[in-house]
């Protein structure tokens, strides 16, 4: 028997397969999380480097902050339509793999910015911006789960703290890629050090009307430096997934009797993403999730141009936007720790609390060169509540949607792009200060949402203990309150019955691992890497993969 193997049971009492691991995989998934992250930093140095310029690089006739928009339009389509039908045909690494691809256009494209050019790769983007999103959670999320089985910790902990060390790699995106612009533009900070500016127009008071000489854009033999680094970045991301990446199979992903591995008519797994809207836990968290995309969106365009470029120079926007990175890096990793010891809502009241202040000193404050430090410290404290969003939030849905992996991500994805592309959208028609009002109200019913669903949970943990303690000592224990109804002699739940209630519970993967004893092995029990062109060939051999 393999270690990381899937056993297929042929009792027809147990349909489904297991799952046999041993307690040095843990080291595996180990390696699998740094491989996806270090993936992910390497994409995003690019695509992050690229989108904080294109509102300044690409102003003119709203180029840049168009194309920012046709992506994340493509990228609410491709949340509904795309992820769980490509997560199931081509499996998570795979979906990937392509996805990842999809960014090279838009990258490439830099070198020709073009409403003819960047509008398509931007939208060819965003297709493959929803698919590989809801295929990094659902991979963090699997083995997430088998990692907690083989060091007996709690599932929620473990998914927290993965999505931690992710995020703390994937922000540090935000370091490299504008530490990248700032070195190839600062060329420019001579020329501009005598220019006038009128800072009654930056800040708050910013509207896309204004003509500032900071906002010049830089020579074209700049911009093609920067492009063709961020254009290597891209395919260095895509080859580290493809060699480095483990399958999800190995971890019970398509395997014999799960949810994925059975034959399911296109048309459900079209609609999947749709039906999770019926769940209240979900209905509640969609304010705090449109907060999460236009935060960003507000910090990419609205703070880097407004206040930043038009007060400072384009050529300090990567300067100020590294604290944010590096800041948020360091808050992601620890915020996934401290979760395991003070628990999410301690955390979670941090980042409203912060970000609320935040967008009152912006609307207040009006940007001068001379105070150079509060342009680093907003872009820190940015990067603080930032962190915050993409562990906990994020965590919430994998805890939350456990056995509906794929269409919670995909809902995550799809609610913060609309988030995106109101705040991009209206770019033009909006001056800044109403953005921020904006932005600070949405913040308010995203606080509001989120306490309805902490409520929900602590009721249904409370409710769920009670009955476990009146079921004590009963030979057959019900966690969980659900009708269930025979179906080929096997009690099953209703689909009707308190749907929302039951996707928090352990899935058919939990029920499904069995952590085996070590096996003997002459070559010992050293970190094992399976390189994935191997992977790839079994496969491509073996449809059930």
């Not at 700049?222 to 199979?249: H, R, S």
């Not at 994925?260 to 769940?279: D, G, N, V």
């Not at 304010?287 to 969106?297: C, K, R, S, Y």
Request: charged share 15%; glycine share 6%.
């Amino acid at each position: 028997m393999k270690y990381g193997s899937v056993e297929h049971v042929d009792d027809p009492r147990e349909p489904r397969a297991k799952v046999n691991v041993f307690p040095h995989d843990k080291w595996q998934i180990l390696k699998d999380i740094i491989t996806i992250s270090l993936a992910f930093m390497m994409q995003f140095t690019a695509f992050q480097g690229v989108g904080n310029l294109q509102s300044s690089i690409n102003s003119e006739g709203g180029l840049g902050v168009v194309s920012l928009s046709a992506i994340y339009a493509a990228l609410i389509f491709s949340c509904i339509f795309i992820p769980t039908l490509m997560i199931r045909k081509l499996t998570a690494k795979w979906t990937l793999v392509v996805s990842m691809l999809c960014y090279v256009p838009y990258i490439a494209f830099q070198f020709y910015p073009r409403f003819y050019t960047l509008i398509p790769a931007g939208i060819l983007l965003g297709l493959g911006a929803a698919p590989m999103w809801a295929a990094k959670a659902t991979y963090l999320t699997q083995v997430g789960q088998v990692y907690a089985k083989i060091s007996h910790q709690t599932v929620e902990a473990i998914i927290v703290r993965f999505f931690g060390f992710f995020f703390f790699a994937w922000q540090t995106a935000e370091l490299w890629g504008n530490l990248i612009s700032s070195l190839v533009l600062s060329s420019e900070k001579e020329s501009k050090e005598n220019v006038t500016i009128d800072l009654e127009i930056c800040g708050a008071n910013f509207c896309t009307a204004h003509v500032n000489e900071n906002l010049e854009r830089p020579p074209d033999s700049d911009i093609y430096k920067i492009t063709g680094i961020y254009l290597a970045c891209i395919l260095i991301a895509v080859a580290i997934i493809a060699i480095f990446l483990d399958p999800l199979c190995r971890y019970g992903e398509n395997r014999r009797g799960s949810p994925a591995a059975k034959p399911t008519p296109i048309k459900t797994l079209l609609i999947a993403t749709a039906k999770q809207l019926r769940k209240p836990n979900q209905i509640f968290l969609i304010p705090i999730t449109v907060f999460i995309g236009m935060e960003q969106a507000v910090l990419a365009a609205d703070f880097t141009q407004a206040f930043v470029s038009c007060a400072l120079g384009i050529h300090l926007i990567g300067y100020v936007m590294v604290c944010f990175g590096v800041v948020d890096s360091i808050c992601s990793i620890v915020f996934g720790m401290a979760m395991k010891h003070i628990g999410r809502i301690p955390i979670i009241l941090l980042g409203f609390i912060l970000h609320g202040s935040l967008l009152l000193v912006m609307l207040f404050w009006r940007p001068n060169p001379q105070q150079p430090i509060i342009f680093f410290a907003i872009s820190g404290l940015w990067g603080v509540a930032d962190a915050v969003w993409q562990t906990q939030i994020n965590g919430i849905y994998g805890a939350l949607f456990r056995r509906n992996k794929e269409a919670a991500f995909s809902n995550f994805r799809l609610w913060e792009s609309i988030g995106f592309v109101v705040t991009y959208a209206s770019s033009a028609a909006l001056c800044a200060k109403m953005k921020l009002i904006v932005l600070l109200l949405v913040l308010l019913a995203g606080a509001l949402g989120w306490v309805i669903v902490e409520v929900r949970h602590k009721h249904r943990e409370e409710k769920l203990k009670a009955l476990n303690e009146e079921s004590n000592g009963k030979m057959i224990v019900h966690h969980h309150p659900v009708p269930t109804e025979e179906v080929n002699g096997h009690a099953v739940h209703s689909d009707d019955d308190d749907e929302d209630n039951r996707d928090d519970e352990d899935d058919e993967l939990d029920e499904d691992i069995v952590v085996q004893e070590e096996p003997a092995s002459p070559h010992g029990d050293g970190l094992r890497f399976n390189f994935s062109i191997i992977s790839f060939t079994s496969i491509t051999s073996n449809p059930k993969h």
